[in-house]
């Protein structure tokens, strides 16, 4: 079985190689899935792709038209797939559901504790023999009050950390997660409540026609003066320009993100000598009170390891002719092969 790596990362392919241990023929190409790079998955039966490619509807056919069966995305978020369209064309696609909550729990957490203690603004000033602090005031965590939009996998280990802290949970999810009430006193509210009552707000949700500019003017201006939003779902699920206008008026004291909603052809590319051509994304990273990441919020040992064992799992089981427990896609075509084998 025959598989092509979309945008691999030099980083990750090791961990990829270790986990096919020689059992499929792989091939591994830097550049992303788009209309440009289809034609490339020619004479491949699986591809893997990552958050930045193009899985839309012509790029969905024009897959099927080469002859790819399987597309086996290396993230939890799958907002860059037409499931729907995948699923009519008899293409079967799983994802990576838990490669590691507490990486992005954690980045959330290193977010936080960079922009109340204001790290980066005293490397800067130590990096310039200035030791003072009058800059530098920042705030007790303990006693303060965090709202968590998704309180998932990694919505819950941010929750266990910030107890740990001494902090006020409040939650807002779809479903409630009843041990975490119990063992951590998370309540769970509205979004309006919550965005109202919080002195942070970190959103670890996926990307969803609900959850697209969750986080908009509206909401923003219900927060408490200074409050801190934090981002490391997925970056439309802010609207930018409401956020940018939030820090300008001082609604939010302060924003972190490892998500950009225009982070496609940026995030995962060094652009040192090509230059940054993305004036929003300009403004968020000269402002002082702000902290973009690249979207490495994943990029922990374990987790890499992790993603390229799930990844493997699920292209074993679909040549194996079984349904991974990660499909996301209806697979109606792997049914349909297992009863004409059975006949």
């Avoid at 392919?13 to 490339?40: C, H, M, R, W």
């Avoid at 978020?77 to 590691?100: C, F, M, R, W």
């Avoid at 910030?162 to 998370?186: A, V």
Wanted: hydrophobic fraction near 40%; glycine fraction near 8%.
């Amino acid at each position: 079985m025959k598989t092509l790596f979309y945008s691999t990362k030099i980083f990750e392919q090791p961990s990829l190689e270790q986990a096919n241990g020689n059992s499929y023929s792989v091939d591994f190409i830097k550049e992303s899935l788009s209309l440009e790079t289809v034609n490339k998955a020619k004479g491949f039966e699986v591809i893997s792709i990552f958050t930045a490619d193009d899985c839309s509807d012509n790029v969905l056919e024009k897959l099927q038209q080469l002859g790819v069966k399987y597309i086996a995305t290396r993230a939890t978020g799958h907002d860059n797939i037409n499931l729907q369209k995948a699923t009519e064309l008899g293409i079967s696609v799983a994802n990576v559901p838990a490669y590691s909550p507490y990486a992005i729990a954690e980045h959330s957490v290193a977010l936080i504790l960079a922009l109340n203690r204001k790290l980066l603004i005293a490397n800067r000033q130590m990096q310039k023999n200035d030791f003072t602090t009058t800059n530098l005031i920042g705030y007790d965590l303990h006693g303060k009050t965090v709202g968590i939009i998704g309180v998932g996998k990694i919505g819950s280990v941010f929750a266990k950390i910030m107890h740990g802290f001494g902090c006020k949970l409040l939650g807002y999810d779809i479903e409630e997660n009843g041990s975490l009430k119990q063992q951590y006193g998370l309540e769970y509210v509205t979004l309006e409540k919550l965005c109202s009552k919080a002195d942070i707000i970190s959103i670890n949700t996926g990307l969803t026609p609900q959850t697209k500019y969750l986080l908009n003017e509206t909401l923003i201006a219900q927060m408490r003066p200074g409050t801190m939003l934090i981002n490391t779902g997925r970056g439309a699920c802010v609207h930018t320009a409401d956020v940018i206008a939030g820090l300008e008026n001082g609604q939010l004291g302060y924003f972190g993100a490892d998500v950009y909603e225009g982070e496609k052809g940026i995030f995962f590319n060094d652009l040192t000598d090509k230059g940054l051509q993305d004036a929003v994304l300009e403004k968020l990273l000269g402002m002082p009170n702000v902290i973009i990441t690249p979207h490495q919020g994943f990029a922990t040992k374990e987790a890499i390891t992790n993603i390229a064992e799930a990844t493997f799992y699920n292209i074993n089981c679909w040549m194996l002719k079984q349904i991974s427990k990660n499909e996301l896609t209806e697979p109606k075509r792997i049914v349909e092969e297992l009863g004409n084998e059975n006949n």
